[in-house]
């Protein structure tokens, strides 16, 4: 069976409620340390530019956007945020979905994404240069998880679509 991507619907919160909680668990996947509400993660994510992976009918995946900022200057430019459940991680699942939520998010109207991800997470880096991200800088000791420091890779990228 192959992959399918689609919009996230409410019935989905259990399966990507899990799949976030499994990338809190990794250490490295984000500063989050428990799963939001669904109140919460609804209102921090656009409406329009939330998708879920699906492979075997069961929901493998998420991709979102969040608005960097309420400035009208800024309307184009949102925060990606891509997750893929344990058991499914390096199958090529990760680049399908943010590839489609690339798209997605130019046909909205997003000509900037970025991106902030541990400088540890080596295959989050590689997955955004893949579909091309490019390392803008690093936020140093930016913020600790657990007593830990850890930089922060931050990449961008710019839609050659919306000029």
Not at 66 to 73: A, D, I, L, N
Not at 127 to 141: A, D, M, Q, T, Y
Request: glycine residues 10%; hydrophobic residues 40%.
């Amino acid at each position: 069976m192959k992959l399918s991507i689609r919009k996230f619907n409410s019935s989905d919160w259990t399966s990507v409620s899990r799949i976030y909680a499994e990338g809190i668990a990794t250490g490295i996947a984000t500063f989050e340390t428990e799963v939001p509400s669904f109140g919460a993660w609804k209102e921090k994510f656009i409406k329009k530019c939330r998708l879920v992976a699906e492979f075997n009918n069961e929901v493998i995946g998420f991709a979102v956007l969040s608005q960097v900022s309420k400035r009208e200057v800024y309307k184009g430019v949102a925060e990606i945020t891509v997750y893929i459940g344990k058991n499914q991680r390096g199958k090529g699942f990760g680049k399908q979905l943010l590839t489609t939520l690339i798209d997605k998010s130019e046909n909205e109207g997003f000509w900037t994404l970025q991106a902030g991800i541990f400088s540890v997470n080596k295959q989050s880096i590689q997955l955004h240069k893949n579909c091309g991200f490019r390392v803008i800088g690093i936020r140093e000791k930016i913020g600790q998880l657990k007593g830990k420091w850890h930089d922060n890779v931050l990449m961008e990228r710019r839609s050659k679509l919306i000029t």
